[in-house]
């Protein structure tokens, strides 16, 4: 029997992160042997464009990065979750993401590979899921499928009241973006936006709730499930050709 190997990879700092939590589900549902990595607690770099790596597709740049990708490189799959901060990747994802350059030039060695992401936020989430998922592919990776799941909204977990002038999500509302986030559908019972509140010119809101876990969200956490098991699907397909 081969033994399937799925690497798994959080790049949110938060402790017992969604992120972290769905990357772990998906991860779990593969059935295969896996391992997961929370990389804000390596150290993980920017690639530093040096082409240090165009000839021998090794990263030559001295981080936790070494012994991180021969297991990259081992993995039948690969599964990357982020945070969306500031509408983006977190960084620790964007580094993590960057230095897949080396496995390209000569050979691609990650092509064909098999990836998966999952993005959590509250706004832009969608973004950061399409980011991945080109990113993955733009290393030649398999990409099965991509998943983003609302989380907490960052300013309802700072503490330090109960409203504020300067809450980040008021720059996602429609009125000031053009876009339906869906942040009020998702956020009625987490967040009750006060009168005198005026996008982006005063931000008033009432916290109702500080915490979103996407635990307590079974069509997250079954959508999370399916991801996994459409992994699973996958390698088995490619084990049995051989
Ligand atoms: C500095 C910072 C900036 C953030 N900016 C955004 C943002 O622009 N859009 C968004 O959807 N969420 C934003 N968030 C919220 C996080 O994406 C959200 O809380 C998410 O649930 C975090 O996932 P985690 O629990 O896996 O860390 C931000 C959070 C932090 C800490």
């Known amino acids: 029997m081969i033994l399937l190997f799925v690497l798994g990879v959080s790049g949110s700092p938060t402790k017992n992160a969604n992120t972290d939590k769905l990357v772990k589900a998906i991860l779990e549902a593969t059935g295969a042997d896996t391992e997961f990595i929370k990389l804000s607690d390596v150290n993980i770099g920017p690639c530093r464009a040096c082409m240090g790596c165009v000839y021998t597709n090794e990263c030559v740049v001295n ?21 969306t901060i500031f509408g983006l990747p977190s960084a620790f994802t964007k580094a993590f993401m960057e230095r897949l350059y080396a496995f390209r030039h000569v050979n691609m060695l990650t092509k064909g590979k098999i990836g998966a992401a999952v993005a959590v936020g509250y706004a832009a989430e969608n973004d950061v899921e399409t980011w991945l998922g080109n990113i993955l592919r733009f290393a030649k990776f398999d990409v099965v499928d991509t998943m983003s799941a609302k989380g907490t909204v960052c300013c309802s977990v700072c503490g330090t009241g109960e409203t504020c002038a300067y809450a980040g999500w008021n720059a996602y509302s429609p009125e000031v973006s053009g876009r339906d986030y869906g942040i009020m559908e998702t956020y009625k019972g987490y967040l009750e936006i006060l009168p005198d509140n005026v996008p982006y010119v005063k931000g ?22 399916s991801l996994g ?14």
Do not use: C, H, Q, T
């Open 63 to 83: 981080d936790d990065f070494k012994w991180i990708a021969p297991k990259i490189m081992k993995a039948d799959a690969l599964v990357v979750g982020s945070p």
């Open 204 to 225: 008033s809101v009432k916290i109702l709730k500080k915490y979103r876990n996407v635990e307590d969200e079974p069509e997250v956490m079954d959508r999370a499930k």
């Open 229 to 242: 098991k459409a992994i699973a699907v996958k390698l088995e397909e490619r084990a049995r050709r051989g």
